[in-house]
């Protein structure tokens, strides 16, 4: 999901279960993404999916994933099979949207396959990005306080 105005990337590393299933990105109805983001932008809460994609277009941001396809047995990013990794193109993607200058990540398992498998891949002396690791909104990252979650996202998105 983006505009080609966009000047935020928000990348996850690749949708679970129950997101696949709705064909919604963060789905999953204990992850707290949508509630962060509804909170920095002041969004009432129960906005339907369309509406809250346009959110994020109004406020210059783009969603997206670092894993195209990969293996795993559950919805855990732990349980992902390294070697079955294949990346989405972002050399093509960041061509398309040329206003994109940060990039968020949504846990650390994004940021890493980003730097390890797409980073080399990329320009950034003609195209510099400012890369940024954000607390997993997930349900699985329980050790973070929501509190701690969405300062941290604030920070990013608004400053």
């Keep these: 999901m983006a505009a080609t105005d966009a000047r935020i990337l928000i990348l996850g590393s690749i949708p679970g279960r129950e997101s696949l299933r709705q064909q919604q ?25 369309a509406e809250q994609l346009q959110l994020l277009k109004d406020n210059g941001i783009a969603l997206w994933d670092v894993i195209g396809n990969c293996r795993r047995k559950t919805s855990l990013d732990s349980d992902i099979e390294p070697e079955s990794i294949a990346v989405n193109d972002f050399v093509h993607f960041l061509a398309d949207h040329s206003r994109i200058v940060t990039v968020c990540f949504n846990g650390g398992t994004a940021e890493t396959t980003f730097r390890r498998k797409i980073l080399p891949s990329l320009d950034l002396e003609t195209r ?4 940024h690791r954000l607390p997993s909104t997930s349900p699985a990252n329980a050790g973070c306080r929501y509190l701690d979650k969405l300062a941290a996202w604030r920070a990013r998105l608004i400053g």
């Design 25 to 49: 990105y963060y789905a999953h109805p204990r992850n707290a993404f949508w509630r962060i983001i509804g909170e920095i932008f002041g969004a009432a809460p129960g906005l339907t999916y």
């Design 128 to 131: 510099p990005l400012l890369l």
